[in-house]
C-alpha cells in the first residue's frame, strides 16, 4: 500500500496532487488547441441529439452533483440550453416530466451509484437520450447510458472524492464548448480564447498547489473549530458547496456551503469571533459584490480566509488570511480555486487524528439506495 501511495501519507493527497496530470489525460486525444478543435466521439456521433434538446437534465450524487452544478453555470452561459441539475434519489422518486427532446447527463466517479443508475433507467423508459460522464472504464452505468464521455482520472481510492471532481469539470466543459461553437453561440475568436486558456488549466493548478504550505498554516489555526461556512458567488457558488461537503467528510467538523448572497437570510446569525468563514473572491464574478459581503462578516467579528487571484489588493487588506491562485477565465475558476478547498480540509483532517482515506460511516461507493 505505501509503494502505491507513490510517496504520499495518504490516497487522498496523491490524488490532489495528481490533478495537473489527471486534467491533461482527460485532455488527451481531445483538446486541439492549435488546431481549434475539439474532438469528443460520444458527442460527435449524437450531436443533434444535444443540439436539439429542449433542455438537459443533469443527475448525480455527492462531489458528482457538485460537478453538475457548475456544469450548469458554464452550459446556460455558454450554450445557452437551459439546465437543471438534480440528485439522483430525488429525481426518482418525484414522478419528474421527462420527454423524448430531453438530454439527461449521468455524472458518477464510480459509474455504481444506485440512485444515479435507477434515475438513467427512469430517463431512457421516458425516451430521453442518457449521456454517462463516468470515470471506471466499463462500469454499470458506462454500460446503461446510450453514450458517454470517460474522466480518465486514473483510480480514485480515497473516498473524498477530489481528482474525479476537477475532471469531471474539465470534460463538461469540454462537451459545453463544443457544443457552443456548433450551436454558433461563439466567434471563432472567442473559441480560440477558450481553448488556449484550457491548455493553461494543468499548469495553473500544479500553482494553485503551491499554497500547500500556507494551507497548512492556516489549517493549524482553524481545526479545533466546530462550526465553518463556505461562500461563493456564480461559478464558485458550487466550489463553496464541495469545500464545506470535504472538511465534513473527514475531519467531522460541521460545515454548510453557501451562495454569499443568500448569507444575510439567515447564515449570518451564526456569524461571531468564533466562526471561520472561508470565501471565494476571485477576481472576475461578482468581486465587488462578495467584498461587501466580506464586509459584513467582518463587521461581525467572523474570521475571513479568502481564495482571491494572485495579486489581489482589495479582499488581502479586509481578510484575516488569503490564499492565491492563478487568474484564469471565470468559467475554468472553479478547477483553481478548489484545490486550497482541498488542501485544507486534508490537513485540518490529519491534524485532528481522523482516517483521510476512510473516513467514518462512509463508502466510495453506494450501491444500495
Ligand atoms: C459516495 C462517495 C462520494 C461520491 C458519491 C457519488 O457518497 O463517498 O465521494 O461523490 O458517492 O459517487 P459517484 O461514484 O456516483 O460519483
Not at 459581503?293 to 479568502?306: D, L, V
Amino acid at each position: 500500500e505505501q509503494i502505491e501511495k507513490g510517496g504520499y501519507d495518504h490516497f487522498m493527497l496523491k490524488e490532489i496532487y495528481e490533478q495537473p496530470r489527471a486534467i491533461l489525460d482527460t485532455y488527451r486525444g481531445r483538446l486541439r488547441a492549435n488546431q481549434g478543435i475539439i474532438k469528443m466521439a460520444g458527442i460527435d456521433e449524437h450531436l443533434e441529439k444535444f443540439l436539439n434538446a429542449n433542455r438537459i437534465i443533469i443527475v448525480a450524487c455527492g462531489t458528482s452533483w457538485h460537478a453538475g452544478l457548475v456544469a450548469e453555470y458554464i452550459f446556460e452561459d455558454l450554450v445557452r440550453i437551459p439546465v437543471e441539475v438534480e440528485y439522483a434519489s430525488e429525481f426518482r422518486y418525484r414522478n419528474p416530466v421527462i420527454t423524448d427532446k430531453d438530454v439527461l447527463i449521468a455524472i458518477s466517479q464510480s459509474g455504481e451509484t444506485a440512485d444515479t443508475l435507477a434515475a438513467i433507467k427512469l430517463a431512457k423508459e421516458k425516451g430521453a437520450f442518457v449521456f454517462g460522464v463516468c470515470n471506471v472504464v466499463g462500469s454499470s452505468i458506462a454500460r446503461e447510458t446510450h453514450a458517454g464521455a470517460y474522466t480518465h482520472a486514473g483510480p480514485e481510492i480515497g473516498v473524498a472524492s477530489t481528482k474525479a471532481f476537477t475532471t469531471q469539470i474539465t470534460v463538461l466543459t469540454l462537451i459545453a464548448l463544443k457544443l457552443a461553437k456548433e450551436k454558433g453561440e461563439f466567434s471563432e475568436s472567442k473559441f480560440h480564447e477558450f481553448l488556449s486558456e484550457l491548455e493553461t488549466i494543468p499548469s495553473k493548478v500544479e500553482r494553485a498547489l503551491e499554497s500547500n504550505p500556507l494551507v497548512e498554516i492556516i489549517s493549524n489555526v482553524y481545526k479545533d473549530s466546530s462550526n465553518c461556512l463556505y461562500l461563493g458567488r456564480g461559478y464558485n457558488f458550487p466550489v463553496a458547496l464541495e469545500g464545506a461537503l470535504k472538511l465534513k467528510e473527514i475531519s467531522y467538523i460541521h460545515a454548510e456551503g453557501y451562495p454569499a448572497a443568500e448569507m444575510k437570510h439567515g447564515p449570518i446569525a451564526l456569524i461571531d469571533d468564533q466562526m471561520p468563514v472561508f470565501v471565494i473572491a476571485t477576481k472576475k464574478g461578482h468581486y465587488e459584490k462578495v467584498v461587501s459581503n466580506i464586509q459584513e462578516i467582518k463587521s461581525r467579528k467572523g474570521k475571513i480566509i479568502a481564495i482571491v487571484t494572485e495579486g489581489d489588493e482589495q479582499v488581502t487588506e479586509l481578510a484575516d488570511h488569503v490564499i492565491e491562485v492563478p487568474e484564469t477565465l471565470e468559467s475554468l475558476s472553479p478547477l483553481l480555486t478548489t484545490i486550497p478547498l482541498q488542501l485544507l480540509s486534508y490537513h485540518i483532517a490529519v491534524m485532528r487524528g481522523c482516517n483521510v482515506d476512510q473516513p467514518r460511516n462512509l463508502a466510495k461507493s453506494v450501491t444500495v439506495e
